[in-house]
């Protein structure tokens, strides 16, 4: 802290005012910009809070002299340290897995060319129809950047050709394998009845929605994946990618949502909306 404290009253002074050091601040600022725009609408923006409180009373303790005070706050920061390793998992996973898609490198690694983005959205949107007029419920999980084989693991494995016909048959109510999520990769059916994370997102309203609702919102938020969920109650069709949700989707909307995403293979939804 007081090293920190050193450099900046340096640089207010106009004594380090070089080009390494101006580039130093860009980085930390364009770091600190990010970081907030990771947690902002999580429960993280409370903790960061409390920890920016915590900071200031140390400030202020420093330079008032309170040696108890001090100490009793160096050994909290201490502790805190590893309580927020815990605290943010979900969080550091997050931007660890942002950071893994590589950017432009990620769209080499991983091709996707037109003819076979326009073969999957017509598999996936004839499914979502078929499903809802009869009445039944899914959940259908494209991978893109971030890897799920640890969710496929959980479930049956299928390996086959991704269609519609397939996908309708599998969420059929009397099927063994119609109760989870089936995984899909690029144009194949990795694996069926698979098992999704239940935890906290960034959706304000996640409690509104049902069970698979929740799990598409939960596993688009840790991972770049785009999650198709049909309500079985409803008969809605509602598309979650990047820890939102956008519901009450015909056929034209629905193509057009997912042409979109699996053509810029970025994570957030630029739009949201509540799920019917």
Same mark, same amino acid.
């Given at each position: ?24 601040? $860009? #980085? ?8 907030? &725009? %990771?947690? /902002? =609408? *999580? ?86 129809? $078929? #499903? ?8 259908? &999980? %494209?991978? /893109? =950047? *971030? ?130």
């Amino acid at each position: 802290m007081d090293r920190v404290t050193d450099y900046l009253r340096g640089l207010l002074g106009g004594q380090c005012c070089s080009w390494n050091n101006a580039l130093d601040v $860009l #980085i930390v600022a364009i770091f600190i910009y990010y970081v907030l &725009v %990771l947690i /902002r =609408g *999580t429960r993280a923006v409370q903790l960061l809070i409390g920890v920016l409180v915590l900071v200031v009373v140390y400030w202020i303790a420093t330079l008032l002299r309170l040696t108890l005070t001090t100490l009793l706050l160096q050994a909290l920061f201490a502790v805190a340290l590893f309580a927020l390793i815990v605290v943010f998992q979900p969080e550091l996973r997050r931007a660890l897995g942002q950071l893994g898609q590589l950017g432009p490198l990620n769209r080499m690694l991983i091709p996707g060319g037109e003819e076979e983005i326009e073969g999957t959205v017509d598999e996936l949107v004839r499914a979502a129809l $078929l #499903i809802s007029e009869a009445k039944h419920g899914a959940l259908i &999980v %494209l991978e /893109r =950047g *971030t890897g799920l084989q640890d969710y496929s693991e959980t479930g049956v494995p299928v390996n086959g050709k991704l269609t519609a016909e397939l996908l309708a048959s599998i969420f059929m109510t009397r099927s063994p394998l119609h109760d989870g999520a089936v995984i899909v990769r690029g144009g194949q059916i990795l694996a069926a009845a698979c098992l999704l994370p239940l935890e906290e997102t960034a959706e304000r309203t996640a409690h509104r929605y049902g069970m698979r609702h929740r799990a598409a919102l939960s596993i688009s938020a840790q991972t770049d994946a785009i999650v198709i969920v049909v309500s079985e109650e409803t008969q809605a069709i509602s598309i979650a990618s990047g820890g939102r949700m956008i519901g009450a989707l015909d056929e034209e909307r629905l193509r057009r949502v997912l042409t979109s995403l699996l053509r810029s293979r970025i994570q957030p939804l630029p739009f949201r909306s509540k799920a019917s």
